[in-house]
């Protein structure tokens, strides 16, 4: 009967977000049940920094579907928010539109967050090694500004290694972009979350999740990239305002 209903559940799910729940359990399987093969699979296809030596052009795409096999909440949160509002914006839009959106969405967290890594990588590796050192971060400022100008093999290893550990995984960029579509395609619709029982529009939830990123973006130092989250909402909300001026925002033809 389990099974039966399964595949039941499966087969009316629409054909773009069923199969992007399908590759993304499967690949957080192999890394659970074969870790160091699982961590290969982070390292290989995982976003890296564009300046490391191990970014791979791939991995803007690749990283979506790779999730940490030691925090499974990050991957219910993502699928379960890509059945739930994904399935319902696919039937609305059509599935290439669709699955145009959500790549975009993606590849747009991936923009900013390598962004974000460009203008902050110098400064946090500065103040990393300054804290070890004991010195302040202006006297490790010259010393490795120094270093680099005269060709020191020893940080150029160190500062290359430091770009290397950075790494991105996960489809919550594309998945905060679909939260903000359906608040566009269905704005007073009302949501609950777990631990408020009063319902929020859908409008003033995005809201309220956008500024909540913003702030940690600027202000958490977790290892979640909440710039790469807003930058699938930014790049989702341009092409939402283009669709909502067509006048398509609600059709399924694909533009």
Request: charged letters at 10%; a positive charge.
């Amino acid at each position: 009967m389990f099974r039966n209903g399964l595949s039941g559940f499966m087969a009316n799910m629409p054909i773009v977000t069923k199969n992007l729940i399908i590759i993304n359990v499967l690949i957080w399987a192999i890394e659970a049940i074969f870790p160091r093969f699982g961590s290969t699979l982070i390292n290989v296809l995982g976003l890296h920094y564009v300046g490391a030596n191990h970014f791979n052009p791939v991995q803007i795409i690749t990283y979506m579907f790779v999730h940490a096999p030691s925090n499974p909440w990050h991957l219910l949160f993502n699928m379960f928010s890509l059945w739930m509002f994904g399935s319902i914006l696919e039937r609305v839009w059509g599935s290439k539109r669709y699955f145009m959106f959500y790549f975009v969405c993606g590849i747009g967290a991936c923009i900013v967050q390598e962004i974000v890594w460009a203008s902050t990588w110098m400064h946090d590796y500065i103040s990393g090694i300054a804290r070890l050192n004991g010195l302040s971060y202006q006297n490790m400022k010259d010393i490795v500004e120094t270093a680099i100008h005269n060709g020191d093999s020893d940080f150029s290893v160190a500062i290359s290694q430091f770009k290397d550990s950075f790494i991105t995984i996960g489809a919550s960029g594309a998945i905060y972009g679909l939260l903000l579509g359906y608040a566009f395609v269905f704005p007073n619709q009302p949501l609950y979350l777990f631990f408020i029982p009063v319902p929020i529009k859908a409008k003033y939830m995005m809201i309220g999740y956008g500024l909540i990123e913003f702030f940690l973006g600027f202000n958490s130092n977790d290892a979640v990239a909440h710039f790469a989250h807003l930058g699938g909402m930014i790049f989702g909300i341009i092409i939402l305002l283009y669709w909502r001026k067509k006048g398509t925002l609600r059709g399924n033809s694909f533009y």
